[in-house]
């Protein structure tokens, strides 16, 4: 092709470029009025007003967009809590001797039920004996001296200091009596709560001190379970409230107890609270130390339920598409939790109220939508 071919062929296709801006860019106008070319604004053809975009967009608000939607429902969270506790016994005592001594009988044996006060074992008690017993003379012979006394001042051969000096060594002297029968007492080793004797950890004849070990008691009355918390319940356990405990080693068997002390703060390192709950167990099926399943009901917190199809993102966060009347209206959500079928959200949704899951993707804020499966949008109304 010739030179001057190229340059006419290069020339009519800047006309044409220059054409289709001068005709659909919409500042056009005003740029050639400020370059002085408005003389071809008259030379481009109007465009058709049935293309415009503003009828174009009229057209598309006009159209009923088919839909598939399912209502709303509600579900109820933080209305159950599930937690794994240890059981205690309701007392547990470690018997010691007050004083050291050879064990000279044990008078229970493991798997015994004791009263408060029996005797549980006896240490050797000669010393004790010989010193009850001389204190016992001592006292005697004291209240003799005072009764001489007295007599001698009735006949004023005795000053009244005497006679005082007298009751105060019979004083001493009853005393020292009570102090050797609490010496003879402790060498007798009691119980000092009422329950079950665990595995004895010594036997008799053995040397044993105050920091001797001599039995275990349990008191399992009832049981004593610990158990955590999550923070958000912290407020609604209340002491006094009820609850089941299953044992983990038996979980047919289910047991009712109540929540008796609460911890005064949660655990900043697990964010749970240590409550402490006591249950009944008067037939001493449960010991100390057993694993428990403990199960706690609550009000809780009901949110709209909604499925995971019908939520949407936008750029100021959730929303989902609600049908009203005909018409499409974007709700702003909050979502609480997701579920495997159904997503919890905060939002002025009420039950029954219908969510676009499907065909989201045309839907516009107060467009018009029909129902796929109910025909039009104000059958299904009146319906």
Known sequence: MSSWKQIVAALVILVAAVA???????GAPQILARWGLDWTITATPP???????GQSGRSRAGQVVTIVASPAGTATINDRLQAIGTGRANATVTVNPYSSGRLTELLVKSGTHVEKGDVIAKLDSDVEVIARDRAQVALEDAQSKLDRV???RASNAA???AVADA?????????ALRDAELALERRSIVAPIEGTVGILPIAAG???TSQSAIATLDDRSSILVDFWVPERFAAAVKVGAQLSARPLANPNQVYTGTVSAIDNHIDENSRTLLVKATIANPADSLRAGMSFQIGMRFPGDTYPAVSPLAIQWGTDGAYVWAVANGKAKRVPVRIIQRNTETVLIDAPVA???MVVTEGTQSVSE????RIAGQGSASEAEGS
Request: charged share 15%; glycine share 10%.
């Open 20 to 26: 289709a801006w001068a005709r659909f860019y919409p």
């Open 47 to 53: 465009a058709t007003e049935s293309a415009g975009p």
């Open 150 to 152: 007295k007599s001698l």
């Open 159 to 161: 000053t009244p200091v």
């Open 167 to 175: 009751q105060v060594t019979l004083a001493n002297a009853r005393l």
């Open 206 to 208: 053995n040397y044993v």
């Open 351 to 353: 039950s029954g109220d």
């Open 366 to 369: 107060g467009g018009d939508v």
